[in-house]
């Protein structure tokens, strides 16, 4: 897990992902072209030099597949540093040059044409893992000076070799191969440049460069950015235009409902919605918004890792998320995605418990209207929005009348994870849990609480829960006075808040 955590939207950092795939693909890369020089090896060995030892070579090759092996499966380890990873990296095209240059001493020693092998490790490395030329020159001049390395070992070990490659002859044939070995060196590191630097122009967007990826989903991506005059930085969502299905047209509709209702988000100015700094569509076609960075955990990742909460600590986070859906209902936005993933809890500046509700229904609405007549699914799945878990039952039937209680339902959900650390209903499958939540009554929170909660507390929580809209709460103001008239959100003082923090995280 990395020392500091980025939150913005549904996404969770992930250290490094770039370079990770990076990695990933090259070894993949390694894995299967690696193996397949063994038959070039059996030639040499078996018809141009029948005195090589093949069975040597085979030795080689199986060490040097072993360690593409463990660079593969070490990019698929999150918890592996990005610095520490590219070491390996490089050291994964080092030593096949080594290993190469070790080959071609048993086939002709200095005057070996198998030297320009290392010519096709240098340029595989620059076309599969493109970076600046400064990071990119230690590992290719490596590689550009093996088999020189190796043959000065030889020279200092061996008389024989000595007196055999140390001539004018030997020398000559040397050079005239090697300056390819060379070329091909330093070639491959300007073009690895080139191509760093074009990858570079390409995550530009606006004004803005893209630097981490944080988060992939079905949706899209989610990258940490910095403004390049403000030097501001940010969360880029991207959504793909495959994303949002159907043909054309239907596309043009979602991205126009998209511009309308990005613009009525960046309206919204309650210190407890996420800020949305920018919006727009790509050359590409791509849409995105550019967001606020967040430091801190998402109520999922919160209760994973600390527990269930105390009662008075979930009343005084779900007021802030009444408060951030009650401006948004006021101006006639659902946010209809209302899950502990989406909700930060974060240090925002000098306020420790500070939330943040995230993902604010840009795209993840149940219907997308054009002039009252077209209608189509904007999810994943292209059958219902929302996550199975904290799903309101009027969304899992489809019906027309999803509104502002629809939200409330989900706080109901999210303060029953907050409590007890399970979700209302589980079950096997997504559809299990969905005809549970349609059909089956909830438990009071208490029944699986750690912690005392009122009886009032679980009123209020079974009121959001309630299958009807018209029996739950009406409002998020109406929610937020239940709460903490259950129970005094005051108790969470700032010092326990702050003190708890500095008790239990890297903040």
């Given at each position: ?6 939150i913005?939207?549904?996404a ?6 770039t370079?990770?795939?990076v990695a ?5 890369t ?17 018809v ?13 090759r ?31 095209y ?8 070790l ?28 970076t600046?030329?400064?990071r ?8 550009g ?9 030889g020279v200092l070990l ?17 050079i ?22 074009a ?8 004004s803005?460069?893209l ?8 949706m ?5 950015a910095?403004?390049?005059l403000?030097?501001?930085q ?5 959504i793909?235009?495959?994303a ?13 409902r998209?511009e309308?209702?990005a ?6 100015r ?21 967001m ?12 994973e ?5 105390p009662?008075?600590?979930v ?12 401006e ?6 659902v ?11 974060c240090r ?19 219907r997308?209207?054009?002039?009252d007549?077209?209608q189509l699914q ?5 059958v219902?929005?929302?996550t199975?878990a ?7 039937l489809g ?16 303060a029953?994870?907050l ?8 079950g096997s ?17 208490s ?21 009807s ?27 326990r ?6 008790l239990?995280?890297?903040?």
């Amino acid at each position: 897990m990395p020392d500091v955590r980025r939150i913005a939207s549904e996404a969770v950092a992930h250290l490094g992902g770039t370079d990770r795939r990076v990695a990933e693909r090259a070894m993949q890369t390694g894995l299967v072209v690696w193996p397949l020089f063994a038959t070039l090896d059996a030639y040499m060995c078996f018809v141009a030099y029948p005195r090589a030892p093949f069975l040597l070579f085979v030795f080689y090759r199986v060490v040097i597949e072993l360690g593409f092996l463990f660079v593969y499966r070490a990019s698929l380890i999150e918890t592996i540093g990005r610095e520490r990873l590219f070491r390996w990296l490089s050291l994964a095209y080092i030593a096949p040059a080594l290993t190469i240059a070790l080959m071609a001493i048993h086939l002709g020693g200095i005057r070996s044409p198998y030297m320009h092998g290392i010519s096709i490790v240098a340029l595989v490395r620059a076309a599969l893992v493109p970076t600046h030329w400064r990071r990119a020159l230690p590992t290719l001049l490596s590689i550009g000076l093996a088999f020189p390395l190796v043959i000065g070992f030889g020279v200092l070990l061996s008389p024989i070799a000595r007196a055999d490659w140390l001539t004018f002859d030997a020398l000559t044939v040397f050079i005239s191969n090697y300056v390819f070995v060379l070329a091909s060196a330093t070639l491959s590191v300007i073009l690895g440049h080139m191509v760093w630097s074009a990858q570079q122009e390409a995550r530009s967007l606006g004004s803005y460069k893209l630097e981490e990826l944080l988060g992939r989903g079905g949706m899209g991506e989610v990258w940490r950015a910095t403004h390049q005059l403000l030097a501001r930085q940010a969360a880029i969502k991207l959504i793909r235009p495959e994303a949002l299905g159907g043909d054309v047209d239907t596309r043009e509709i979602a991205m126009a409902r998209f511009e309308r209702e990005a613009q009525a988000a960046a309206s919204l100015r309650s210190p407890h919605t996420i800020e949305v700094y920018d919006f727009g569509v790509s050359d590409t076609g791509t849409l995105y918004y550019v967001m606020e960075l967040l430091a801190g955990y998402d109520a999922q990742e919160l209760v994973e890792r600390f527990g269930p909460l105390p009662v008075e600590r979930v009343v005084h986070l779900l007021a802030q998320v009444c408060d951030s859906l009650s401006e948004a209902h006021a101006a006639r936005l659902v946010h209809r995605d209302i899950k502990p993933s989406n909700i930060c809890v974060c240090r925002y500046g000098r306020q420790a418990d500070f939330v943040k509700v995230l993902d604010f229904g840009l795209v993840k609405r149940v219907r997308v209207f054009a002039d009252d007549e077209t209608q189509l699914q904007l999810t994943a799945s292209h059958v219902v929005s929302g996550t199975p878990a904290f799903i309101a039952p009027e969304q899992v039937l489809g019906g027309a009348d999803t509104d502002a209680r629809t939200d409330l339902y989900a706080v109901g959900c999210a303060a029953f994870w907050l409590l007890t650390g399970r979700t209302v209903f589980e079950g096997s499958t997504a559809m299990d849990v969905l005809m549970q939540q349609v059909r089956k009554e909830p438990p009071p929170p208490s029944r699986y609480s750690e912690h005392p909660v009122p009886a009032a507390l679980d009123a209020v929580i079974l009121r959001c829960l309630a299958k009807s809209p018209d029996d739950r709460p009406q409002s998020a103001d109406e929610l937020a006075e239940a709460l903490t008239a259950a129970c005094d959100p005051r108790a969470w003082t700032p010092a326990r808040a702050s003190e708890w923090w500095k008790l239990r995280t890297e903040y």
